[in-house]
Structures are given as structure tokens and as C-alpha cells.
């Protein structure tokens, strides 16, 4: 069964930075496309990028020029990259499996960004 721990979250000014960790057990992620989503309050979870099995990125338009996505294989674990961070930026961060049926979702982190 795949677990994953999300990590990294915290309280942040707007223009500020954080990354994120997720750490999977049970799967290799160098073997899977890996997403991250987030869920502010009151909304939907939303998609906020994903790295391939190849390594190749792609982040939400919302996003793109300020967050980037990184995996260390020895660690098994990806990285969220949050720059220039913005209140609307502002909620829980999840990651999981972006090809195929998802894993259990983790607890996820929280992100909350000051004006």
C-alpha cells in the first residue's frame, strides 16, 4: 500500500518561498508520474503541476514562472518549489500518483500566505 507524507508547509509572507516534500513509501516515484494539488478553503481540490517518470514538469498556469517540481530518486521523494508566493496561494497541499488510479491521500501540508 502506498503511503504518502507531505512536509514544508508553514506561514509565509506574500513574495515569500517554501518547498514542499513528499515522500512516498510502497512505490517508486522514479516509476510514476507524481502530481501535486492543493485545496484552499471552501474550493475544490485543484491540480497544481506534475513530473513525469522521465522527469519532464509542468505546472498550472497560476503557477508557472513561480513553483517548479523536483524529485530526488534516492529519496524517493518530490519537491515543490514555491516562489513569489501569493495569499491566493494559500491551502493544503497534497501529492499523488497523476497517471493512473490514486493512492490513499496523505494528511497533507499546510500552506497559508500573508498580504
Given at each position: 500500500q502506498v503511503q504518502?507524507?507531505?512536509s514544508g508547509g508553514g506561514l509565509?509572507?506574500?513574495g515569500g518561498s517554501l518547498r514542499l516534500s513528499c515522500a512516498a513509501s510502497g512505490t517508486d516515484f522514479s516509476m510514476n508520474a507524481v502530481?501535486?494539488?492543493r485545496q484552499a478553503p471552501g474550493k475544490h481540490r485543484e491540480w497544481v503541476g506534475v513530473?513525469?517518470?522521465g522527469?519532464?514538469?509542468g505546472v498550472t498556469s497560476s503557477v508557472k514562472g513561480r513553483f517548479t517540481i523536483s524529485r530526488d530518486s534516492?529519496?524517493?521523494t518530490?519537491?515543490?518549489q514555491m516562489n513569489s508566493l501569493k495569499p491566493e496561494d494559500t491551502g493544503v497541499y497534497f501529492c499523488n500518483n497523476a497517471?493512473?488510479?490514486p493512492w490513499s491521500w496523505g494528511q497533507g501540508t499546510q500552506v497559508t500566505v500573508s498580504s
Open positions: 504518502l507524507v507531505e509565509v509572507q506574500a502530481g501535486w494539488y513530473i513525469d517518470a522527469g519532464k514538469t534516492a529519496k524517493n518530490v519537491y515543490l497517471n493512473g488510479s
